[in-house]
């Protein structure tokens, strides 16, 4: 996806977006994303590049995410 940086500002607004598996537990990494929710799953790999936007449909690469508290 071609676009510019996302940033996350409120806790309530980091809940419109989501793992590859659908979970809002979700953290940020150095160079990629884990989610506490698939890391309690054996078969999954808690860690992920893209986050799903709930509200627009579309994934989100790592670099294009700004977290602000």
Known sequence: MGCGK???TKKAQKW??????????????NDHMWCRACANQLDVNPEFRELYDQRSGKTIPREAIVLKA
């Open 16 to 29: 419109r977006y989501r793992c590859p598996n659908g979970h809002t537990s979700w953290e940020m990494a």
């Open 6 to 8: 996302v940033r996350i």
